[in-house]
């Protein structure tokens, strides 16, 4: 291990040159197992994966190796990217390409080693084979680049994700890692580097966009001993999970571009500001960070460069607002997340008033690359204005969903169509959501919106964190805006006046709009509706008078949502009817005579006993008791329940 | 005679106000909850007031003030796991624990939870009991599913 570790660092790390010498990248096939003597099991182990049972396919085929007596090596990769396939096999043969292989329960495991050991794959649970140079390809087995969710991607952050050992830093330098950073530090002045990054166009992927080079350099000219860097790993977003997947999948390059950043900015300590609950992300990273300050890229004078770093997870409390980037400094501070009136900008005072950075995963993932190819290169992708790739967390209706990646430019379109495959059973799309709770909604007439930051806003959209929801027709438009707006209102920290009553008063007017009609002649109507007509005036005010980003954008879905589809909220307000039959309050059941058996299953299971009948005759509801629940719609077999 | 908090408090020697969230989280995690007494050291320790910590502690969702149930009910209520019914599932085991989210019940048998995400999207709505998941949990199978676990008090 000794003689491993100084290997790295004398021949690969410290080598002047940029390409390897033959000796040196033949020693390296091996540790990236480009080259491999036994075969190699890939299973899948994100949050994702073990959610889906990929814990039990590893031990499955633990066990199965021990009792076959087959020399072979299990190896835990981070996730691929497409959920539905999870938990996700790849077995590599020696001298064979790569085959991957999707939802391998540990039920599946057996049979499929068993065939691909005899030279006899299982087509059903096959995605394809990964073509690699001068390996024996599989005849008749397509290959995973030509998969339509892969084809429209272009993975360059995302490049290592599910390809490597996350908690082995030999193999992400045998696979090029560190060496931009080695070079930062030995060859370039700080300015140097905020030169180069602001030159490629690096812009900031939480959804601002404003341009990382910038930033840096405010915070390296605001003059001061100490400066900090924080990655802002904070994402709890309702359906947005793209960080986690990137720090379980390759948490090397995101301490790599953290250190190259720290750099820039000349600070000698940063911080990753982790999400709670996210234990699996969190032993990732932390291990990264023991490896790497073993291998002295991290610690006092970093090869003999002068240049001292060091790195520490923070677990952030639980508080939505903790993303903002104020409220994450007071609660690094130990004091309560609340957000502070900018300016002052974090760049000049932030943590403990010294000039602090604070960047997104997504974008310190980009850094090392921007390093290691240049600023040209890097702005050859992507539109003029964004140059680059960005990544989506795809879910919601769409058929595959999962982390994806796309060149700026792509359409929404490709996106939902081609890479995620269109909407799940057969429904019909609706709206698209980008930019998770404060997100705006983009219907079928928008999709064909480039992803770039200045196009999207023209189109009242903004680029977010990397949110995706994809929405079809079975969705009702007023109950997803109530969801989003009861969770702003218990994230809202209750510092300004504007958040904290405009979101309850929000909740409580949308409640009332999807609420069973008490008492129509009483003056509930009448009330309800004023509610409804003052609703757009409270938005108008949260969004100027708001302190922090959480106010200000919390009313964009209600915005957008009654922009876009004012005839649905018309609906419940006028005519109190949903269309997806999903609001409670607005529907009521009935029971076909003709085919009702009888059977007493709804009644034994109403919860109000509001179902009435003999049995073997067919059975009547009491309107009036019905709660609209729904549970007898699910549980009849005869399917004699309808919806009014 | 030390306790579990006195030998967490310890670690953190330099007392200095930024360590008070890590201090509380670890405390959290070896004890499972933060106790009246706790919190009172804490605040010794740090030079700080107990409201003040009080304060912080429950302005953050992490923190909880009462001992965990024997059986830990999370479901995730992320817009995947809403659009997929979580809402339905999470109203049946209310019904059916007699817990509210974030509370434990009183004979302290379940704590239930509701999270933002869990990033389980594909397979919502999604529920771990005791950190062991159940995937596209269906309103109908919650009954079953608690009745099951409330056997298992009973022939403990």
Request: net charge negative.
């Amino acid at each position: 291990m000794e003689d491993l570790k100084n290997f790295l660092i004398s021949r690969v790390l410290l080598l002047e040159s940029d390409t390897l010498p033959q000796e040196t990248e033949k020693s390296l096939q091996y540790l990236r197992r480009d080259k491999t003597d036994v075969p190699l099991i890939f299973i899948s182990s994100g949050t994702s994966s073990m959610i889906a049972g990929s814990e039990k396919t590893y031990f499955s085929a633990k066990t199965y190796l021990e009792e076959s007596d087959i020399t072979a090596d299990i190896i835990r990769v981070g996730c691929t990217g497409p959920f539905n396939y999870e938990p996700s096999v790849a077995v590599q043969m020696p001298g064979k390409n790569r085959l991957f292989f999707r939802n391998i329960t540990e039920e599946k495991i057996e049979p499929l080693l068993n065939g691909v050991f005899h030279n006899d794959i299982n087509k059903d649970d096959l995605l394809g084979q990964h073509g690699m140079k001068g390996f024996e390809m599989w005849p008749g087995v397509p290959f995973i680049g030509d998969l339509p969710f892969f084809a429209f991607q272009k993975r360059i952050v995302l490049g290592n994700c599910g390809c490597y050992d996350p908690e082995s830093i030999e193999e992400y330098i045998a696979r090029g890692g560190y060496r931009s950073y080695v070079k930062t530090i030995r060859h370039y002045t700080y300015e140097e580097v905020c030169d180069i990054v602001e030159k490629s166009g690096l812009r900031g992927r939480s959804g601002g966009g404003y341009p990382t080079g910038l930033k840096w350099k405010q915070a390296l000219n605001t003059a001061s001993g100490t400066r900090y860097l924080i990655c802002n790993a904070k994402e709890s977003d309702p359906g947005s999970f793209c960080n986690i997947t990137i720090i379980e999948s390759d948490p090397h390059r995101l301490i790599e571009g953290m250190a190259i950043a720290s750099y820039a900015i000349g600070s000698s300590s940063a911080i990753v500001y982790l999400r709670s609950g996210s234990d699996y992300a969190h032993s990732r990273i932390q291990k990264a960070i023991d490896s790497a300050r073993e291998y002295g890229l991290l610690g006092h004078n970093i090869y003999s460069s002068g240049y001292n770093l060091d790195i520490s997870v923070r677990i952030e409390p639980g508080a939505f607002v903790c993303g903002e980037e104020t409220a994450l400094i007071n609660s690094l501070e130990g004091k309560r997340g609340m957000p502070q009136l900018k300016p002052p900008y974090p760049t000049t005072y932030g943590l403990s008033g010294k000039p602090t950075v604070i960047n997104n995963v997504e974008t310190l993932m980009n850094v090392p690359i921007i390093m290691q190819n240049g600023p040209e290169w890097f702005r050859s992708h992507g539109t003029d204005n964004s140059p680059g790739t960005k990544i989506f967390a795809v879910a919601g209706k769409a058929r595959l969903t999962g982390v994806v990646e796309v060149e700026m430019g792509t359409s929404l379109k490709t996106i939902i169509d081609d890479i995620a495959d269109g909407i799940k059973d057969g429904k019909e799309f609706k709206a698209v959501q980008i930019g998770g709770a404060s997100g705006t909604y983009i219907t079928h007439d928008n999709l064909d919106v480039p992803v770039d930051y200045e196009l999207m806003k023209e189109r009242d959209a903004g680029m977010g964190a990397g949110g995706f929801i994809v929405i079809d027709e079975s969705t009702c438009m007023v109950d997803l805006v109530r969801f989003y707006m009861e969770f702003i209102r218990n994230e809202s920290c209750g510092k300004c006046i504007p958040c904290r009553e405009g979101t309850g008063r929000m909740l409580e007017i949308l409640e009332g709009i999807i609420r069973k009609p008490a008492n129509e002649d009483s003056g509930t109507t009448l009330e309800r509706f004023k509610g409804v007509m003052q609703l757009e005036t409270i938005a108008a005010v949260m969004k100027d008078a708001s302190l922090c980003g959480l106010g200000q954008t919390a009313p964009n879905p209600f915005i957008s949502a009654l922009k876009n589809f004012r005839e649905e909220f018309e609906e419940h307000i006028f005519d109190r009817k949903c269309r997806a039959n999903v609001c409670r309050g607005l529907r009521t059941f009935s029971i076909d005579v003709d085919k009702c058996t009888g059977c007493t299953a709804c009644a034994a299971r109403c919860p109000v006993n509001a179902i009435y009948g003999t049995r073997l005759q067919p059975f009547f509801i009491v309107e009036d008791k019905c709660i609209g629940c729904g549970i007898c719609f699910d549980i009849c077999k005869f399917s004699a329940i309808v919806v009014k | 005679m030390e306790t579990d908090i006195d030998k967490v408090i310890k670690k953190y020697r330099q007392g200095r106000r930024e360590e008070l969230i890590p201090l509380l989280q670890e405390i959290q995690e070896t004890s499972g909850f933060l106790s009246e007494d706790a919190i009172v050291k804490v605040g010794k320790h740090l030079g700080l007031s107990t409201t003040k910590i009080y304060g912080l502690a429950t302005f953050y969702d992490q923190f909880k003030f009462f001992p965990k149930g024997r059986i830990h009910i999370k479901v995730c209520n992320g817009t995947s796991c809403f659009l997929e019914g979580s809402q339905a599932v999470l109203n049946n085991i209310i019904d059916e624990t007699g817990a509210s989210p974030g509370q434990t019940t009183r004979n302290g048998n379940f704590t239930l939870e509701v999270v933002s995400c869990m990033g389980g999207c594909n397979n919502g709505p999604v529920v771990s009991v005791n950190n062991e998941f159940f995937t596209k949990v269906k309103p109908e199978q919650i009954p079953e599913m608690i009745r099951k676990l409330k056997y298992i008090f009973e022939n403990d």
